[in-house]
Nanobody, 117 residues
């Protein structure tokens, strides 16, 4: 079983920055993909960014150039540095781990990010 715990959400004015972190615990393979998704009220959950075990990253177009995802394999953590935040970035942000073996998906409880104009 895998547990994911997010931290770092909060309130910020447009143009500001926040840093989210996610710590993974439990028993899991190092061959995994970790990422951040978000869900705004009335909208579907969407991918923000993900990072593969080898370090390759993918970003949604709407965050390219503003957000940076990173991971520390030794500590089983990932982070999301969010700069130049916009009101449209307001959402609950969820940490995700996809285990390649068995294609199992795990989610954190989510952390609220609110960006005011």
């Amino acid at each position: 079983q895998v547990q994911l715990v997010e931290s770092g959400g909060g309130w910020v004015q447009a143009g500001g920055s926040l840093r989210l972190s996610c710590a993974a615990s439990g028993t899991f393979s190092s061959h995994n993909t970790m990422g951040w998704y978000r869900q705004a009220p009335g909208k579907q959950r969407e991918l923000v960014a993900r990072i593969f075990s080898g370090g390759t990253t993918n970003y949604a177009d709407f965050v390219k150039g503003r957000f940076t995802i990173s991971r520390d394999n030794a500590k089983n953590t990932i982070s999301l540095q969010m700069d130049n935040l916009k009101p449209d970035d307001t959402a609950v942000y969820f940490c995700n781990m996809l285990l390649l073996l068995g294609n199992k998906n795990y989610w954190g409880q989510g952390t609220q990010v609110t960006v005011s104009s």
